[in-house]
Each structure stands twice: as structure tokens, then as C-alpha cells.
């Protein structure tokens, strides 16, 4: 099961490590801002867990994405659990099933979905300020410098988005 947004972004950057808390995620999300200030374009390896009542396990996906500020557009290169691409731009989302060759467009109602995404992979202060609040912050097990931030919709159409 895919949704078009995950409920609660989570980041985990290499930054020297502080006191734990939320804090610590505002001063982290503020250095990530500062970094990619500029950044036109990246691509990151990822892990996304989502939650649901359905299952008692987190459902994990993996893979490699590559983002692009403008025009916004996002590439989910999944390699776990099954292999799949997904794409999302400000008015389609697409997933290529290679294992079938079938793919699935949806044209999206509007762009606020995709634009909440695009918030939280290339932040500015002031969007990611009205869409999300840190919820946690946490050390990566093994890391001493790698941290995780949990990321809530605080906004009424992010809240609306996300559930």
C-alpha cells in the first residue's frame, strides 16, 4: 500500500550530535535550511516507516531519491520491499511496477499535497515552520552523529493531507 504523502517525514542528517530532544530538532532542521539554501537538486538514500493499526509491524520501504526544487518533481527509486519507481510532480503521481511493466498515473485534484513534500525535502524556514513541528528527536542506533527527526503536520491542510 502506497500514499501519495508520508504521515510523518523523517530526516536523518550527519550533524555533530547535541542534547536530545525537540530542541535539538529545531536546531538541526535550521542547519539543514542553511545548507540547502541554494541546492537545486539532490538525491539521498532513504527508509521510510509508515505506521497503522492494520499491521503490528511498521510497514519500511528503501530506496534512493532524487529531488529537484524547480520545477518541483521527486523520484522514488524503491528497492524494498518490491521494486517500483515513483514519481511525483505538482500535478501527477506515477508508479512504474518493473516486475509487471504496468504503469499507474493519477492526475492530482491540486498541488497541495505534492507542495508539502516539496517543503519537507528542500525546506525554506518560513514553509516548514507553517506545515510541520518537530515531534522527536533521536539518536540512529550505532550512529553517535546521525539523528531522527519526527515530523508532524501542524498546519489544517497538512493534517488533512496526511491522515
Known amino acids: 500500500m502506497h500514499r501519495l ?18 530542541a535539538e530538532g529545531r536546531a538541526l532542521l535550521e542547519a539543514l535550511i542553511e545548507a540547502q539554501a ?12 509508515r505506521t497503522t493499526p492494520l499491521t503490528r509491524k511498521p510497514l519500511v520501504a528503501e530506496g534512493k531519491l532524487a529531488f529537484r526544487r524547480d520545477p518541483g518533481c521527486v523520484v522514488f527509486f524503491v528497492r524494498e520491499p518490491r521494486a517500483a519507481v515513483i514519481r511525483l510532480d505538482l500535478a501527477h503521481y506515477e508508479v512504474w511496477h518493473p516486475e509487471r511493466a504496468r504503469l499507474e498515473r493519477f492526475v492530482l485534484p491540486d498541488d497541495q499535497m505534492p507542495r508539502l513534500l516539496f517543503d519537507a525535502l528542500g ?6 515552520e507553517r506545515a510541520f513541528t ?12 546521525l539523528r531522527r527527526l519526527t515530523l508532524l503536520p501542524t498546519g489544517e491542510d497538512a493534517r488533512r493531507i496526511a491522515s
Open 5 to 22: 504523502l508520508p504521515a510523518l517525514p523523517t530526516l536523518a542528517l550527519a550533524l555533530p550530535a547535541q542534547d536530545d530532544g525537540r
Open 134 to 145: 518537530v515531534e522527536r528527536c533521536e539518536r540512529v542506533e550505532g550512529s553517535e552523529t
Open 38 to 49: 541554494g541546492m537545486a537538486q539532490m538525491t539521498a538514500e532513504y527508509v521510510q516507516e
Open 123 to 128: 525546506p525554506t524556514k518560513a514553509n516548514l
